[in-house]
């Protein structure tokens, strides 16, 4: 009989090497090899995947032969949710739910499952029964068709799914699932990957959504998601900032729809709540009359989004280097429209310590939201408080020009309908007919000018 074998396994792409190595030679991924224990007696998941292949083989048919009628969307009573998914969960469906440790994947899902019209099973492999039920308490969720399952041996789930005959399963985490017949330690990317194969299988064979919870740390450490994603049909991203009360939910892959909807939550004291009017909640707190301050309708995929920055300078006597400090945005775009305000407007940035941030949890990735931030610079740099009812949306390039951005028709919709009055936007933008005041700029000082702006002469 063989004896067990040290092994080290890529986190990222799973590849296994014989030998630890500080880079992994199949993806080329640094820090990712992870010690694994292999047992050459256990069956490989190739063989462990013809095994269950109890279902008839395939046959070909002509594309338009194809039946969808049972790969309709279920709908998963949680708005925001489905709204990400495309309308439900597909039935056969596996999905997986990653985020960093209590972001509220479980908070969620519960709350999925208490939605579901039908039999559901939540398996908790992580939180003891009792702990769960209290949580469901909390949420409303104590309901006669959700089945609850502690367990963390794979074989003994698939059991339970047998006995109970569920519509919808929830698997939280993935990571603590155990398959004894892949005789490798707990956690370990064999056992992740392994445990995920079959669950998929038998998300097929019964026709049945799954959903895994996938845990990933702010250094992507963890073994798991990455590997699994080629694995699942969706994947689902739940983020935010742990001190805020918002929370973001995005597709990166799915099979089924497109990966561009955002879901927006909002953690409160009875689980998440839906946001259908990101908006006027990111607004709800915002002061008028105040420098530094400007409202910029920015997108995050198909959702528009209006957001406010805040930016305050202050200046620098000593020779130290000037302080930037960012929330929510990109450090090196503002970097960047920082020297272009320096060099092509002749503002004294670089006398000045500059802090930036996104009022509400947000982050902003998208070059949108330049000129906006160009703005609120000037406007704290020269203490004059922009016009309260004005927007601005736009790229600037390195020569302090503004470039044109996408859905400009959705972003003056968006400030149309929360009443504001004014939009800076790219010279070149397309007509749109809203109700609303649009100043095309062709750079960054003629929006200046426009906004009857000085900013600071150098000095
Ligand atoms: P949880 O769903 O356990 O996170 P995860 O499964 O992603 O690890 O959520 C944990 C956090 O959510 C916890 O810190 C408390 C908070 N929370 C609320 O604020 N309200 C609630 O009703 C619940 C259930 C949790
Ligand atoms: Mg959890």
Request: proline fraction near 6%; charged fraction near 20%.
């Amino acid at each position: 009989m063989a004896r067990l074998r040290l092994v080290y396994n890529c986190s990222e792409c799973g590849a296994s090497h014989p030998k630890w190595s500080g880079r992994c030679s199949a993806c080329g991924a640094w820090n990712t090899l992870v010690e694994d224990v292999e047992d050459p007696n256990a069956p490989d998941i190739a063989s462990l995947a013809a095994g269950l292949a109890l279902v008839p083989a395939a046959t070909a048919q002509r594309i338009g032969e194809v039946d969808t009628s049972h790969a309709a969307p279920r709908s998963t009573g949680i708005d925001e949710l489905d709204r990400v998914l495309g309308g439900g969960l597909v039935p056969g469906s596996v999905t997986l739910l990653g985020g960093e440790p209590g972001i509220g994947k479980s908070t969620l899902l519960l709350q999925t499952l208490a939605a579901w019209p039908g039999r559901t099973l939540y398996v908790s492999a992580e939180e003891s029964a009792q702990q769960v039920r209290m949580r469901a308490e909390r949420l409303g969720a104590v309901r006669p068709d959700l089945w609850l399952l502690a367990e963390t041996v794979l074989p003994h789930v698939m059991k339970a799914m047998d006995e109970i005959e569920p519509e919808l399963v929830i698997i939280d985490s993935i990571q603590t699932m155990v398959d004894p017949e892949l005789g490798s330690a707990p956690g370990s990317v064999v056992q992740v990957r392994g445990c995920a194969h079959k669950l998929v299988m038998e998300a097929k064979r019964r026709n049945l959504p799954v959903i895994l919870v996938g845990h990933v740390t702010k250094e992507g450490g963890l073994a798991g998601p990455r590997v699994l994603e080629h694995v699942v049909d969706t994947v689902l991203q739940f983020e935010g900032e742990r001190h805020h009360a918002l929370r973001l939910l995005r597709a990166s892959k799915h099979r089924f729809g497109p990966t561009t909807e955002l879901g927006l939550f909002e953690m409160v004291e009875h689980g998440l709540r839906g946001v259908p009017d990101p908006s006027a909640l990111f607004l709800a707190d915002r002061q008028t009359g105040i420098a530094g301050s400007v409202v910029i309708p920015t997108l995050e995929g198909q959702r528009p989004l209006m957001v406010e920055l805040q930016v305050l300078t202050s200046a620098v006597k000593s020779d130290t280097p000037p302080r930037r400090s960012v929330q929510g945005l990109d450090p090196t775009r503002l970097s960047m429209l920082l020297a272009v305000l320096s060099q092509r407007l002749r503002q004294p940035v670089s006398q000045h310590d500059v802090y930036a941030s996104v009022v509400g949890g947000v982050k902003i990735t998208e070059p949108g939201s330049d000129l906006g931030l160009c703005l609120a610079v000037l406007s704290a740099l020269g203490h004059q408080p922009m016009r309260p009812d004005v927007v601005a949306f736009g790229e600037v390039g390195l020569g302090g020009e503004v470039r044109q951005v996408s859905h400009v028709s959705r972003r003056l919709a968006e400030t149309a309908r929360l009443g504001f009055g004014t939009a800076i936007v790219p010279a070149k933008s397309p007509d749109v007919d809203v109700d609303i005041k649009v100043v095309r700029v062709n750079s960054v000082r003629e929006a200046m000018k426009a906004l009857g702006m000085s900013g600071k002469a150098d000095g």
